[in-house]
């Protein structure tokens, strides 16, 4: 049986913490180094809900793609909702580590999940990363469909592919256009609208698009977006991590049991479609 400190170098070599952007905060939050480790919970967020259902596992860690604190505190009162997190995680003896940016440049990452899940072939980063010679490591994914398909058609493909949400799956562009290839990024991606043109790839799909700039991309290109909730599009990073901790498990005889959280924590829980004449 491994303990803390072991599990948490296997993570580490998958997601350096190194690699993790300037402002992100990953890593190990709480723990202790020597406690042993026999289940593991895989979660996009550290909520107190998600801290809840590690309890009643068992599990001995939580690996979560988001930040608990991603700026400094002084305080981790249990009058504080992520207090409360914190003192029900030490509580229970549940050691809570996060791969965020780490995760998303990896190889394979958090986009590479997404594009698994939406039976897309990829090709290679969006944003490369400078400091991988293979060229495989880097924000974002270029992907290939085979066969192309009509963008209504890949939207209906991506909302039954990612887990459901109250938000389904919106989408932009002529719905009758074909879509050959598309730029995939987990989370927020419309800081990368340049890097998808330069790409010319037919669609992109991220989360969080906002009215400015997918205007604007509109304006600029015929680039068909696609947004879907931040949660689901990051959600199949948590089954591809818990299945590359699996295999590092049975490679040195741990015996882990790992478990991947089905819990939606997207905000958003209620959705109403507009009727579908502008009321004059
Ligand atoms: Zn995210």
Redesign the pocket.
Known sequence: MPVLSEVIAALEALWPPERAEQWDAVGTVCGDPDAPVTRVLFA?DPVQEIVDEAVELGADLIVA??PLYLRGTTTVSAGTFKGRVVHTLIKNDIALHVA?TNA?SADPG?SDALAGALDLRVVGPLVPDASDPAGRRGLGRICELDPPVRLAEFAERVAKRLPATAQGVRAAGDPDRLIRTVAVC???GDSLFAEVRAAGVDAFVT?DLRHHPASEAQQHSPLALVDAA??A??WPWTEQAAAQLDEISDRYGWGLRTHVSRTVTDPWTAHAASSVTHHQ
């Open positions: 996009v793609h988001h965020h998303d958090v987990g989370g927020s989360a931040h949660w599009t990051e």
